[in-house]
């Protein structure tokens, strides 16, 4: 089944501790997004990738950083989180290929509270 | 810059109809549609294109307006499952691709919309 996969679906965590939120998608996407989704907000782009060790800022990139070592998966690091950081975390993915007429795929969300 | 959504909120009776715009400050070079339901991912409705539209979904449809930077979804009839809330997303392109232009989706706050039995 196609599917974009994150991981963990819920996290409470303490400040300044380090996390990951895993993301991986099975449809050979090249491209790949995370957006983070509060209330009254909509969902606002974190970082983005056009393929394999191209990464790119979105709208909302401090305090996150991001990887593509792979095509498959672009994992989203919190180095120190930060209350402000509590919310509802999506990955998408889509074909990409310089395109735009494709549509995002969402992963299930990550809802994140940080103390 | 995010585009902008109107109306915030909406809210029917099944059967209804109703029209969701979608407006940017930019030149855009593609509108997305998605509906999120509670507790739930979003899902991809339609794009739009530059120079066409494009009818994808249901009593679902979408126009765009290159000249005035808006999109407009209408939804006809409307059922219950057509409760949630949505997203349009649009594409600005900054530069050529070829200059290393690069797609950046930018969404909406969305738009709630209600429909009652």
């Not at chain 2, 349009?88 to 691709?97: D, M, N, Q």
């Amino acid at each position: 089944e196609a599917q974009v996969t994150q991981n963990p679906r819920y996290l409470i965590t303490v400040t300044g501790k380090k996390l990951t939120v895993t993301c991986s998608q099975n449809m050979n996407h090249e491209y790949m997004s995370w957006y983070r989704q509060d209330p009254g907000l909509g969902l606002r782009q974190i970082y983005y990738s056009m393929n394999v060790e191209v990464t790119d800022k979105g709208d909302v990139p401090e305090g996150y950083k991001v990887s593509r070592k792979e095509k498959r998966n672009f994992p989203l690091i919190l180095e120190s989180p930060s209350p402000n950081q509590t919310s509802l975390y999506f990955c998408a993915s889509s074909l990409g290929r310089g395109r735009s007429n494709q549509p995002q795929h969402f992963g299930d969300g990550t809802r994140l509270s940080i103390l | 810059q995010q585009p902008v959504q109107s109306p915030q909120a909406v809210i029917l009776r099944e059967g209804e109809d109703a029209v969701i715009n979608c407006s940017s400050s930019k030149a855009l070079y593609s509108v997305h549609w998605y509906r999120q339901k509670h507790g739930e991912a979003p899902v991809f409705l339609m794009i739009l294109l530059k120079g066409g539209e494009q009818k994808g979904h249901e009593k679902i449809s979408a126009s765009f307006n290159e000249k005035k930077q808006q999109s407009s979804l209408y939804l006809t009839a409307s059922q219950l499952s057509y409760s949630g809330t949505y997203f349009c997303g649009t594409e600005a392109l900054l530069k050529p691709r070829t200059q290393g232009g690069s797609e950046k989706l930018v969404f909406g706050k969305g738009t709630k919309l209600t429909v009652n039995p």
